[in-house]
C-alpha cells in the first residue's frame, strides 16, 4: 500500500525559514519523480517545485526561485523542501506528490499518491 505522508509545516514570521519533509513508503521511491505543490484558499493547486529520482534534477517555480531547495534522500525515503525568506504570498497548503504521468512538471493532473498536506503560514 502506498503510503505518503507530509510534515513540517508552520506558523512563521515573514523572513523566517521552515523546512517541509514527505516521507514515503509501498513503492519505488527511488525510481521516482516528485514535486511539491501548494494550494491556497480560492486558488488552483500551484506546482512549486519537482525534482527527478536521483537527485540530479530540479525545477522551480519563478515565484521561489533562489528561496526554496528541493531535495531528496533515497535512502531515508523521504523529500524535503527547504524554504528561506518567506512571505506572507507563500501561505498555502503544501503536499508532495508522485510524478507517474509524462509532461509538464507542474501539471497536478500528473501525479499520484499525494500527502494528506502540510499548513505553511506566513505572517507579515
Known amino acids: 500500500q502506498v503510503q505518503v505522508v507530509d510534515s513540517g509545516g508552520g506558523l512563521v514570521q515573514a523572513g523566517e525559514s521552515l523546512r517541509l519533509s514527505c516521507t514515503a513508503s509501498?513503492?519505488?521511491?527511488?525510481?521516482?519523480?516528485m514535486g511539491w505543490f501548494r494550494q491556497a484558499p480560492g486558488k488552483d493547486r500551484e506546482g512549486v517545485s519537482y525534482?527527478?529520482?536521483?537527485?540530479?534534477?530540479?525545477i522551480y517555480a519563478d515565484s521561489v526561485k533562489g528561496r526554496f531547495t528541493i531535495s531528496r534522500d533515497n535512502a531515508k525515503k523521504t523529500l524535503y523542501l527547504q524554504m528561506n525568506s518567506l512571505k506572507p504570498d507563500d501561505t498555502a497548503m503544501y503536499y508532495c506528490?508522485?510524478?507517474?504521468?509524462?509532461?509538464?512538471?507542474?501539471?497536478?493532473?500528473?501525479?499520484?499518491?499525494w500527502g494528506q498536506g502540510t499548513q505553511v503560514t506566513v505572517s507579515s
Open positions: 525534482i527527478n529520482s536521483d537527485g540530479r534534477v530540479t
Open positions: 509501498g513503492w519505488r521511491f527511488d525510481a521516482s519523480s
Open positions: 506528490a508522485v510524478k507517474t504521468g509524462s509532461g509538464t512538471w507542474n501539471d497536478h493532473n500528473l501525479y499520484d499518491y
